[in-house]
């Protein structure tokens, strides 16, 4: 083994080691209802690096440490510049759809999925529809949270409110990110365990959520994002593009859900200051946004106007403020888009919307 080949493997014992210190410590403050519900690993901040690849997503799937950081293209380098989170874990990862190119910042490691997760409960929804389980214009209620203590119960609870139909609801759940409309649908299909086995169906790794809405936002806090990472609710920016990716290229729902999927997602009024402020006026961006304590993200599929097509994937945690997550969104957002149109020939969307 060489020299340097040596010293990596002595950082990476060292930096295991640090990690099982800081386990026990986040471990011992934790109330113990906390303790016997969070699955949570503490970060050793690591060395920001960006992976570019010409392969299949799935070759980057399941990677738990990376050599030293290696920027091999500007883009690579840009980004890695503007995605340093010394204040805080910033997680990116997107990938041009035409070349399958691909682009990330820790995009292996798990983030708070927040509201980004709505995608994937409208996704398996409509998978419902798609079967006839229900249809759009099925009536169901609002669930709107009943008061509780923080980790009071497993499951917040919850009462039902006015009816809407699931057409109205999803809606409301991806262009404003109401929660109760999106647990409404969410007990339609059958809770969490439903969504992740829709996700593990369509071949997705590194995604998971375990929590209702009413659940999630009520206990929302416990944790700093931007110190430990906790699995539950969580996913892998690489997961979340390859999830957008295949919504998009129409590889798990009929023609017409697709189409009211992205055309929804197309709609989303939340996040102005997000992906949607680092891209010119011309562009369209069908996305959606999450927020929770200490954290934001958005993820969508970015479409220029001469045909290129993206998916990108953005977490960010801590930087000191919302106003400053949600500009270093825009900032990464704005280096990925030029960076793409910087390489390469023109080409056309892989599936018409």
Not at 103 to 119: C, E, H, N
Not at 263 to 271: K, L, N, Q
Request: aromatic share 6%; with cysteine; hydrophobic share 40%.
């Amino acid at each position: 083994m060489t020299g340097a080949g040596n010293l990596f493997t002595r950082c990476r014992a060292g930096t295991r080691r640090f990690i099982g210190l800081m386990a026990m410590t986040a471990a011992a403050s934790l109330t113990p209802v906390q303790a016997q519900a969070e699955q949570v690993t503490p970060v050793a901040q690591p060395t920001q690096q960006v992976v570019e690849v010409q392969s299949t997503f799935d070759s980057l799937f399941g990677t738990e440490m990376r050599g030293p950081r290696t920027y091999s293209t500007p883009m690579g380098q840009r980004l890695a510049s503007v995605a340093e989170a010394s204040q805080g874990r910033i997680g990116v990862a997107a990938v041009d759809l035409a070349t399958g190119r691909e682009i990330d910042v820790l995009g292996d490691q798990r983030f708070p999925m927040a509201s980004t997760s709505k995608v994937a409960i409208a996704a398996t929804f409509l998978e419902g529809v798609d079967q006839g389980k229900w249809s759009l214009t099925s009536e169901f209620p609002l669930l709107i949270p009943v008061s509780s203590a923080p980790f009071s119960t497993p499951v917040a609870p919850v009462r039902p409110g006015a009816y809407m139909t699931a057409g109205r609801l999803m809606e409301l759940m991806l262009t404003r990110s109401n929660n109760y409309a999106t647990d409404a649908l969410l007990k339609v299909v059958g809770g969490p365990g439903a969504v992740n086995d829709w996700v593990r169906r369509a071949g997705i790794e590194g995604w998971h959520i375990d929590r209702d809405i009413a659940t999630l936002v009520r206990d929302d806090g416990a944790l700093d994002p931007a110190e430990v990472i906790d699995k539950r609710d969580s996913a892998t920016p690489l997961a979340m593009v390859k999830l957008l990716s295949g919504l998009y290229q129409g590889k798990w729902l009929t023609p017409s859900s697709r189409k009211i999927l992205l055309d929804t997602m197309s709609r989303c009024v939340t996040g102005k200051r997000r992906i949607r402020a680092g891209l010119p006026e011309d562009v369209q961006l069908l996305h959606k946004t999450g927020s929770l304590h200490n954290t934001s993200s958005d993820i969508g599929i970015v479409e220029t106007p001469d045909g290129r097509v993206f998916a990108v994937a953005i977490y960010v945690t801590g930087q000191g403020s919302r106003p400053a997550r949600e500009a270093r969104i825009a900032s990464i957002a704005r280096t990925i888009y030029h960076g793409y149109l910087a390489e390469g020939p023109t080409y056309h969307h892989t599936a018409a919307r």
